[in-house]
T-cell receptor, first 118, second 113 residues
Framework: DAGVIQSPRHEVTEMGQEVTLRCKPI?????LFWYRQTMMRGLELLIY????????DSGMPEDRFSAKMPNASFSTLKIQPSEPRDSAVYFC????????????????FGQGTRLTVV | AQSVTQLDSHVSVSEGTPVLLRCNYS??????LFWYVQHPNKGLQLLLK??????LVKGINGFEAEFKKSETSFHLTKPSAHMSDAAEYFC???????????FGTGTRLLVSP
C-alpha cells in the first residue's frame, strides 16, 4: 500500500479564496483524522471520521472549515473563505482499529499539505 | 482530561552520545502512549507505542521508552545518537473511548558532529 496520500503537497492562495485539501486513506482503514500543525499551536485534531461518518468535529476552528468523507477512500477538508491565519500544514491520518480495540491502534500519517494564504 | 507535556522544546546532543527526550502524561485511565517522529518536510512516523503489555517499549531505529506510572512519565531514550536522528519528536496520548490522539508540543532534537 502507498500509505496515506494527500494532495496537493503545497498550496498558495489568496485571502478569500476557497481551498480544498484531499486525502486518500490506507485501504481498509476505518478511521480518518484531519490535523493542523502550526508553530503556535502544534498539532491539533480538527475532525475525525469512523466508517465515513464524522464523529467529533469539535476541533474545527470555525464555520469556514468543513470536511467530508463521501466514501471510504476519499476525504476533503475545505476552507471557504480562506484567511492568512489558516496558513499551516494540514495532515491526514488513518487507522485500522476501532474504538473497541484501542490498545492496538496506530495512526498512519500522510506527508501533509502546506497551505499558505497570502 | 488526558494530556501529555513535553518538558523540553529543544535538545542538543553530540553524535554518539545518549538521547533523552522527556514526556509526562496526565490520564485518569491506564493510558496508551506513543512517540512519533517528524523529519523536516515529512509526515509523522510512529517510533513506538505503550499499550500496557510491558513497561519498557522498544521502537524503531534503536529508540526505546519506559512507562513509569509512579512518575507519570514516558521518556524516550537512545544510547547513541546518529545525525539522522535530528528531527522533531512528539509524545502522544490516545483519548480512551474516542480514538483521538492528543499530541504534545514537540521536542526538536539537534545532533552535532
Amino acid at each position: 500500500d502507498a500509505g496515506v496520500i494527500q494532495s496537493p503537497r503545497h498550496e498558495v492562495t489568496e485571502m478569500g479564496q476557497e481551498v480544498t485539501l484531499r486525502c486518500k486513506p490506507i485501504s481498509g482503514h476505518d478511521y480518518l483524522f484531519w490535523y493542523r500543525q502550526t508553530m503556535m499551536r502544534g498539532l491539533e485534531l480538527l475532525i475525525y471520521f469512523n466508517n465515513n461518518v464524522p464523529i467529533d468535529d469539535s476541533g474545527m476552528p470555525e464555520d469556514r472549515f468543513s470536511a467530508k468523507m463521501p466514501n471510504a477512500s476519499f476525504s476533503t477538508l475545505k476552507i471557504q473563505p480562506s484567511e492568512p491565519r489558516d496558513s499551516a500544514v494540514y495532515f491526514c491520518a488513518s487507522s485500522l482499529r476501532g474504538a473497541t480495540v484501542l490498545l492496538d491502534t496506530e495512526a498512519f500519517f500522510g506527508q501533509g499539505t502546506r497551505l499558505t494564504v497570502v | 482530561a488526558q494530556s501529555v507535556t513535553q518538558l523540553d522544546s529543544h535538545v542538543s546532543v553530540s553524535e554518539g552520545t545518549p538521547v533523552l527526550l522527556r514526556c509526562n502524561y496526565s490520564s485518569s485511565y491506564s493510558p496508551s502512549l506513543f512517540w512519533y517522529v517528524q523529519h523536516p518536510n515529512k509526515g509523522l512516523q510512529l517510533l513506538l507505542k505503550y499499550t500496557s503489555a510491558a513497561t519498557l517499549v522498544k521502537g524503531i531505529n534503536g529508540f526505546e521508552a519506559e512507562f513509569k506510572k509512579s512518575e507519570t512519565s514516558f521518556h524516550l531514550t537512545k544510547p547513541s545518537a546518529h545525525m539522522s536522528d535530528a528531527a522533531e519528536y512528539f509524545c502522544v496520548v490516545l483519548i480512551v473511548g474516542f480514538q483521538k490522539l492528543v499530541f504534545g508540543t514537540g521536542t526538536r532534537l539537534l545532533v552535532s558532529p
